[in-house]
């Protein structure tokens, strides 16, 4: 299995993918204490790697349908006699039910796939426990990270990775082999106390996305009030107008483009900001704040979301004219002109802005559509590095340029009408044009050939106020040596 088969291991951990200790495994025994969907999934996908797999339950006879004919299920006991590699599919309030198994687990190496149902629920991890009650056994956690689902359809896409650990080398060794001939990718994240970590892990509800989400609601419940003032409140005390149907399909459009254009500005802000302090300091190793670290890793969750708003403000729009609204609207403007006697009513300037407007519209989304394709990691580890940096950068950038235009168009000269500024706040989009235009603006000044070549010596390791060493020939033909500043 190549390494651009798999997604990125964590931080800080080995992977063992391609460990030339690990040999293959295909053809040993392996038991499975359980009979649930777990177990009957593990045992399949053994199966097919392979393994010959014997199953403990307490009622084999009855539990005997439900796992593969070339399983073997018999009585818990005899499961354990014939394997030394036994994994533990029960839940954590039943490994008491195994004390009675002590004496033939002797010696044995258990691998604990069990979670828990709430993070840090026990002072001690599920794995550490059944070490405690087995001591003479080795446990091994892992597994518990892999869906019953996974282990049916085999690992494909997605992530692969098997997170194992536990404070014997060689039973992390043989797990991981075995992990890798059904075809994940084993990782090792060290000695038993990470089991803790690891039995969290599958129990977090999308820890990179908190941040991204409290922004986009926080944007959308500002745009929001800020478009309800203009388009409800205002016409009522002013005109005494009702336009309270207004609220769940035109005021929430209206927000929608705006939290999307910020959002994707604020995607490539960080990156303005970073280059900024690189200039500032003149160098790539002075350690960025906090809030900008945050900030930089979690621009993809932040895009996707961008991407989202954008998407939901187009199947709004193309729902505007099947309100009942507007359909009296058309009539009423009919009847007017009828009454009037206006017989062309074409205005060549709101054509041309609209087809304008919608053409572009369609191409920012299509690019947005096509940024969020390449975030997931299965196409992404289909792209190199120049391939997936053009997409998210240069596309990404023109993205924006090309919102700005479609933000510009709808605009159009109607940003001086005096009309459109209602309880002389300006029109929303006007609002959205701050941020990214910031950020578009400082991409051309940093295109700059003078600030360009700076930066990019900075981000090759060039360094303001740093002394090199040089060599210089003397007049007898020898090199005398110096030192010089390498901002001269």
Known sequence: MSGGDMAKPLLGHQSMEGDPSITPAAGRTIGVLGSGDFARSLAIRLVCSGFKVVVGSRNPKRKAGLFPSAAEVTFQADAVKKTDVIFVAVFREHYSTLCDLADVLVGKILVDVSNNTEINHHKESNAE?????????????????????????????????????SNNQEAKRTVAEIAQVMGFTPVDMGCMSSACEIENIPLRLLPAWKIPIFLALGLFLCFFTYNLIRQVIHPYIREQKNKLYKIPIEVVNTTLPCVAYVMLSLVYLPGVLAACSQLYYGTKYRRFPDWLDQWLQHRKQIGLLSFFCAALHA????????????????????????VEKKM?????????RMEIYISVGIIALGLLSLLAITSLPSIANSLNWREFSFIQ??????????????TLTYGWSRAFDENQYKFYLPPTYTLTLLVPCTVILAKVIFSLPCIQQRLLRIRRGWEKGRYVKFVLPSATGEYSSGETSSNV
């Open 393 to 406: 950068s240069t596309l990404g950038f023109i993205a924006l340029v090309i919102s700005t235009l479609h």
């Open 129 to 165: 426990y059944l070490a405690s009650l087995f001591p003479a056994c080795t446990v091994v956690k892992g597994f518990n990270m892999v869906s019953a689902w996974t282990l049916q359809s085999g690992a494909r896409d997605g992530n692969k990775q098997v997170l194992i650990c």
């Open 315 to 338: 199947v709004y729009s193309l729902c505007l004219p099947m309100r009942r609204s507007h359909r009296y609207q058309l009539i009423e403007t009919a009847v007017k002109q009828a």
């Open 344 to 352: 062309n009513i074409w205005v060549e300037e709101e054509v041309w």
